[in-house]
């Protein structure tokens, strides 16, 4: 049969993909350019995770010595550029004038926001027949009608945005109420065990003293 050789498939990058073992015959000799030598190395092993940044090596005396390791940077206040995008530590939502749409509904900060919407809502589908009204009848005037929907939508969403902190403190509370629930929980099924413990217990005495 003559000398086996190693033969490999590499996949798009280099890597290789299969390794297997054939018999050389005239026409693999003679077109030695189907064996690329520099390709039967082995594959290089690489790391699934890329390695820690090199600036932990200054914290290996932290835990005898915090002094000598550097301070954390102070946080951030203002704006900053993360991934090519601008961002502020200030979370403010910005008006709808600073945005250049007309506000629908009063200013201020005493703002019944159920109050509101319920408007807004009956307002919009007063639109939206008066809408239909208008592709019926006028076809070339409706671009009014819809810049109109538009400016409530807008006012809507506005509104809404506005209760997203709200909305935050009270799913907050939701979270912490039920872990305080379960850990309620935890401590009446810990007494009952306990119970239980102690009442075996009991009964191993009475159990052992009679005989």
């Given at each position: ?68 390791a550097p301070a954390p940077p102070p946080p951030i ?76 939508f807008k006012n809507l969403h506005h509104l809404l ?51």
């Open positions: 049969m003559g000398e086996k050789l190693l033969g490999c498939e590499f996949g798009p990058k280099g890597e290789v993909e299969r390794q297997f073992l054939f018999y050389p015959t005239l026409t693999t000799l003679a077109a030695p350019q189907t064996i690329s030598l520099h390709r039967l190395r082995p594959p290089m092993a690489t790391a699934t995770y890329p390695p820690p940044p090199p600036y932990y090596k200054l914290y290996k005396d932290y835990a005898t010595n915090p002094s000598s206040q203002g704006t900053y550029v993360c991934f090519g995008t601008n961002y502020t530590t200030d979370d403010v939502l910005p008006g709808l004038e600073e945005q250049g749409v007309r506000q629908l509904y009063p200013k201020g900060n005493n703002i019944d926001f159920k109050k509101e919407l319920r408007l807004l809502n009956r307002e919009l589908q007063l639109h939206f027949l008066e809408l239909a009204d208008i592709l019926v009848e006028r076809p070339s005037q409706y671009a009014r009608r819809v810049e109109e929907i538009s400016v409530i945005n506005s209760l997203r902190p709200h909305q935050a403190r009270a799913t907050l509370i939701h979270i912490m109420e039920l872990q305080i629930q379960r850990r309620k929980m935890a401590v009446e099924d810990i007494k009952r065990r306990r119970e239980e413990a102690q009442s075996l217990l009991k009964e191993a005495l009475v159990t052992l003293d009679g005989q």
